[in-house]
């Protein structure tokens, strides 16, 4: 008897989920589609200006012998025996390192940077040349001292250039 109640409990679940389905797919639905357009309130302004100043205007009666293209290098030369008064060197200090891989360069780099020092680098043979421009050498000691954190081996000597 409980198979047969369950059986008819079975069937017409499934006959009610089969009618419900169908309905849904014979459902005929109306879609109406409106685009919305967008329309500027503003319209741009135009302005023809009949100025004789308008810098285009100059640049276009330019004698081409007159223009001078901008240059991706810039060679000064500075007289500073003639500035400075005296021989023309100047005192300055040298950073000598241990080796040259390019994280002992990213390092050293960084900390002079980190220290607000001004420096130059100087791509020579195997060991780049690097000069630290600063007045006093215990400033240059603490960037000793910052890149033997980094195992880096460091020392500073005075040039004058």
Known sequence: MQRKVLGALFVILF??????LSQLLNQEVDVKIDVAEYESSKQPEINQHTDKKMWIKEMAQKDSREFIFPVNELFMQIDLAKELGGNGKTKSFRLVIDRADRYSLFCIIQTLTSLHLPYMVIKEDKFP????????A???????????????KSKIVEVWL
């Open 15 to 20: 006959v009610g989920v089969g009618f419900f």
């Open 129 to 136: 040349l690097i000069f630290v421009e600063e007045k006093s």
């Open 138 to 152: 215990k400033k240059l000691e603490s960037v000793v001292l910052e890149l033997e954190k980094y195992d880096i």
